[in-house]
């Protein structure tokens, strides 16, 4: 099974219901809304997207939950933010 892993620790801030997440070294910018934020927060590598899909499930919609969690992640990936180990 391979576990979402930040590619690096960002400097974040909020700007109002934004996140922005700085990388030290090349001052490259991300903008990512809450829900994201509270994803890529915890990609550390050892948390599985069970998991993650676990903090947000209510109520039995565990399917669409691990479904949009799964797009954050690709949408993550994508940006160079998180790899797979």
């Avoid at 915890?42 to 069970?50: A, F, L, N, P, R």
């Avoid at 690709?74 to 940006?79: M, Q, V």
């Amino acid at each position: 099974m391979k576990y979402p892993k930040k590619t690096k620790e960002m400097n974040w801030s909020k700007l109002g219901k934004t996140y922005i997440l700085v990388d030290p070294d090349t001052k490259k910018s991300y903008d990512i809304d809450p829900i994201t934020f509270i994803v890529w927060i915890q990609c550390d590598g050892k948390t599985s997207v069970e998991q993650i899909t676990d903090v947000f499930s209510v109520d039995g919609n565990r399917d669409i939950v691990k479904a949009a969690i799964m797009g954050i992640l690709d949408k993550l990936a994508k940006s160079g933010l998180i790899e797979w180990v």
